[in-house]
């Protein structure tokens, strides 16, 4: 299951699936990583859709979002070599829409 645990380890040069990968295969583990500690794997708009919950509820400031997002960061963005991603956007859009749009317009006769 891909979480954000997987996007820090990545981020910050543990690649968790290829080593889980060569060890499910008894294979050694070629590495040549080079990893840090420090790097915050960021979601940007699952991150905001967040901070704007916790600020609603007065429990985070936006000067204390602002400062969780200071130093070094890996962001979680499409890939020109992942087109599943994209693919997987657009067919998300298209569902929702119609549905979201249905749902305005009945607020509206209302």
Known sequence: RVNLQLGTALANG???VARAYFHLN?????????????????LAYNDYKSARFYMA????????????????KAYA???????????GVVRDFA??????????LQRMMR
């Open 14 to 16: 543990a690649d968790l």
């Open 26 to 42: 008894a294979m050694p583990y070629p590495g040549g990583e080079t990893r840090t500690f420090d790097r915050k794997w960021v």
């Open 57 to 72: 509820r007065g429990e985070l400031t936006w000067g204390a979002y602002l400062r969780s997002l200071r130093g070094p």
């Open 77 to 87: 963005v499409w890939r020109a070599s992942d087109p599943g991603m994209l693919t």
């Open 95 to 104: 569902s929702r829409a119609p549905r979201a749009l249905a749902r305005r």
